[in-house]
């Protein structure tokens, strides 16, 4: 278990980023770690995979990559499936669960690539043993990934269980919340350090806010949740007690200057019960408030940091501070004067140049015509996916007289 081949999928465009942080996680170096599109591939020990599990913010999951194959029909994938060791990760008393993803497979069924790759699972376990492990497709103790391209199959056994995301604090939320990953990615893209203070003014249940406040206190990502490592063989609970033991001695107390805000008061209330619940609600100060109406949080300019409703992600309706009906059963986090929230975003940076100067703004967006809505000009856009829509994170920022937005152009 000291030579692991692990893959890290994780949102696109955020791959960098993640590269970044399993550096400082492992302290692999170099040739240990390749960065491709969706995730990030290294050779790790079992030890450090816990510890990516435990400590990442921008991964998905940890994914033992136990077979690559080639294959040009159902069958080639039952006998990968076949030759896999499964009998060393879990035993008949657990339940499995196959899941496939492909990217231009010639196979006309990717259900039936699945029962194939299940069938060769449980024969190889009735042949060594006379049994075979049941499957639970809902919660099963052991998940195994297949992963398709026109002529090779990938075998993966996962450790994470519940996707990384699902950080085991957030169990008050509205109806489209920002993933954890994602706000941690927008946070890694900005390069925010604690000393400096940061806003969310659309701060809905809190991600963006609660993730920054943990970071600020070094508290590990997966300090509140189990692991799906925790149900397979190779598991030893004295190492895993002695990494977690290891995580909250590192522990800070910090007082970074964090806040949030949302025109919806109910949403208020979900975020200082999601902070308490994330062991950071003495750190981060939210408040009640139209985006449009409130001043900045503290003297010293921030960072402010924002992923705004739009059309795909949450219904746009209503007046700025008086949620409509839709708003209200959605759990927007700030409504628009408009339909394509044209107006609000117009009155949002007018109001910031009066009133935010020396402050950046970075704001998450699958509007590339934001700028010249807002009538600034971008400093950077950041390609950035926020799971199947693709947005850019625009930075702003706010200095006396800022300038207008020319026409923007696509990236």
Request: charged share 25%; hydrophobic share 40%; net charge neutral.
């Amino acid at each position: 278990m000291n030579q692991l081949q692990l893959f890290l999928p994780c949102a696109a465009g955020v791959e960098g980023f993640l590269a970044d942080e399993v550096h400082r996680i492992t302290g692999l170096k170099g040739d240990d770690l390749l960065v491709g599109r969706g995730g990030v591939e290294l050779r790790a020990s079992w030890r450090e995979a816990l510890q990516l599990n435990l400590h990442s913010r921008l991964a998905q999951r940890v994914l033992v990559q136990l077979s690559h194959t080639m294959y040009r029909s159902e069958n080639d994938l039952y006998a990968a499936a076949g030759a896999v060791a499964w009998e060393i990760w879990f035993t008949t008393k657990q339940t499995f669960k196959i899941e496939v993803t492909s990217q231009h497979s010639p196979l006309k069924s990717l259900n039936f690539a699945a029962l194939k790759i299940k069938d060769a699972v449980a024969d190889r376990f009735r042949n060594k043993g006379g049994e075979r492990p049941s499957v639970d497709t809902t919660w099963p103790d052991v998940r195994i990934y297949a992963h398709l391209t026109t002529d090779s199959a990938t075998l993966y056994i996962d450790t994470s269980g519940e996707p990384l995301f699902k950080r085991g604090w957030r169990e008050d939320k509205g109806e489209a919340p920002l993933k954890e990953t994602l706000a941690a990615a927008m946070i890694a893209a900005s390069g925010w350090k604690a000393d400096t203070p940061l806003y969310d003014p659309c701060c809905g249940s809190g991600t963006i806010a609660i993730e920054a406040a943990q970071i600020a206190c070094n508290i590990a990502a997966g300090s509140f949740r189990r692991f799906g490592f925790e149900k397979l063989l190779p598991h030893q609970p004295h190492v895993w007690a002695g990494l977690k033991q290891q995580a909250e001695a590192a522990r800070v107390v910090a007082n970074p200057g964090i806040f949030g805000s949302d025109v919806a008061h109910r949403m208020v209330d979900f975020a200082q019960r999601n902070a308490e619940r994330a062991g950071v609600g003495e750190i981060v100060q939210f408040r009640g408030g139209d985006a449009l109406q409130r001043m900045p949080p503290t003297e010293t300019p921030g960072v402010m940091l924002l992923n705004p409703p739009y059309g795909e992600r949450i219904a746009v309706a209503g007046v700025a501070g008086e949620p409509s009906e839709d708003v209200a059963r959605f759990g927007a986090r700030e409504t628009a004067q408009t339909e394509d929230g044209g107006e609000f975003f117009a009155q949002l940076a007018a109001h910031w140049k009066k009133n935010y100067i020396g402050w950046t703004a970075w704001v998450l967006t699958p509007d590339l015509k934001l700028p010249s809505k807002m009538r600034l000009k971008e400093s950077r856009r950041v390609p950035m996916w926020n799971g199947p829509i693709e947005c850019r994170l625009f930075k702003f920022d706010m200095v006396k007289g800022s300038a207008r937005a020319k026409p923007a152009t696509g990236a």
